[in-house]
C-alpha cells in the first residue's frame, strides 16, 4: 500500500491542491501576504495556487483574502496531482 493510500486508509487529511481566484491585479506586496502560494494573473484576475495540506490552512488563506479586502471570486479543488 502507497504511503497516500495508507494515511487515507487511517484517516489522515490528504493535501489538496487549489486554484482560488481574486478580483483584480495583485501587486509584490500583496503577494507576499501569500508566500506558500503561486500567483498568476489571468485576464483581469489573480489566481492562487497551491497545495494546503488540511481545511485550517485553506480557512487560514481564505481569512487572510477577506482581512486584506480582496473579493473572492471563486474557489475552486483541483484533481489529486
Known amino acids: 500500500m502507497a504511503s497516500d493510500e495508507a494515511s487515507a486508509a487511517r484517516g489522515a487529511p490528504q493535501p489538496r491542491w487549489y486554484e482560488i481566484w481574486v ?5 509584490e506586496m500583496m503577494r507576499l501576504a ?15 495556487m497551491g497545495v494546503f495540506p488540511d ?7 481564505l481569512a487572510e483574502i477577506e482581512a ?12 489529486a496531482r
Open 23 to 27: 478580483r483584480g491585479h495583485l501587486g
Open 34 to 48: 501569500f508566500p506558500a502560494l503561486r500567483a498568476e494573473t489571468r485576464g483581469t484576475d489573480t489566481v492562487l
Open 55 to 61: 481545511n485550517a490552512a485553506l480557512h487560514g488563506v
Open 68 to 79: 486584506l479586502g480582496l473579493e473572492l471570486l471563486e474557489l475552486r479543488r483541483l484533481p
